[in-house]
Antibody, heavy 118, light 111 residues
Framework: VQLQESGPGLVTPSQTLSLTCTVSGDSISSGDYYWTWIRQLPGKGLEWIGYIFYTGTTYYSPSLKSRITLSIDTSTHQFSLDLSAFTAADTAIYYC???????????WGQGTLVTVSS | QSALTQPASVSGSPGQSITISCTGTSSNVGSYNFVSWYQQHPGNAPKLMIYEVTKRPSGVSSRFSGSKSGKTASLTISGLQAEDEAYYYCCSFEGRGTSWVFGGGTKLTVL
């Protein structure tokens, strides 16, 4: 199973960041997993952003809820993150990951660095 | 300020054992056995080392073990090896809001 993030490395302030995660080697439609976004701020720890089931059910971080939209396309084996009103504080490495019924994230993408353009 | 509190750094010599603590609240670590630990080497994605407090995924060395008492979870690494030098993050499910919270990370140095 592999996950791969894709999207722009630079985002204009106040614009929307859009990232996609492509899942290969496993069924994104499995009810055993939930498809998750996590970010790592520069030199800091990890922050859970939210997750989506194959049904489209979503759960978002309370602190980011007003700016996040997650979506999933099972036909293309992809799920996506939209983060609106991007600021310098959102500069981070964004990871997609697979969450399981054990409430742990067992497979991670390599991560993609997203920074705010000046 | 991370929701879970970890020491910023720990160190040990090869062959020794170290323990990293992770302190939460009654909303997360204290109420759920959904604590996981991740190892991250610089430039790499985190890797799952422990889940559900004490369980190891297939392929993870038995030198890694987890435990929990009250609101504090712990990761113990025995027989330290140079390759264990990395950052370690704890994570817990949090029922309030149905979300996950992480610790700030601990840098392990193998002397």
């Amino acid at each position: 199973v592999q996950l791969q993030e894709s999207g722009p490395g630079l985002v204009t302030p106040s614009q929307t960041l859009s990232l996609t995660c492509t899942v290969s080697g496993d069924s994104i439609s499995s009810g055993d997993y939930y498809w998750t976004w996590i970010r790592q701020l520069p030199g800091k720890g990890l922050e859970w952003i939210g997750y989506i089931f194959y049904t489209g059910t979503t759960y978002y971080s309370p602190s980011l809820k007003s700016r996040i939209t997650l979506s999933i396309d099972t036909s293309t084996h992809q799920f996506s993150l939209d983060l609106s009103a991007f600021t310098a504080a959102d500069t981070a490495i964004y990871y997609c990951a697979r969450g399981s019924v054990t409430a742990a994230f067992d497979i991670w993408g390599q991560g993609t660095l997203v920074t705010v353009s000046s | 300020q991370s929701a879970l509190t970890q020491p910023a750094s720990v160190s040990g010599s090869p062959g020794q054992s170290i323990t990293i603590s992770c302190t939460g609240t009654s909303s997360n670590v204290g109420s759920y056995n959904f604590v996981s630990w991740y190892q991250q080497h610089p430039g790499n994605a985190p890797k799952l080392m422990i889940y559900e407090v004490t369980k190891r995924p297939s392929g993870v060395s038995s030198r890694f073990s987890g435990s929990k008492s009250g609101k504090t979870a712990s990761l113990t690494i025995s027989g330290l090896q140079a390759e264990d030098e990395a950052y370690y993050y704890c994570c817990s499910f949090e029922g309030r809001g149905t979300s996950w919270v992480f610790g700030g990370g601990t840098k392990l140095t193998v002397l």
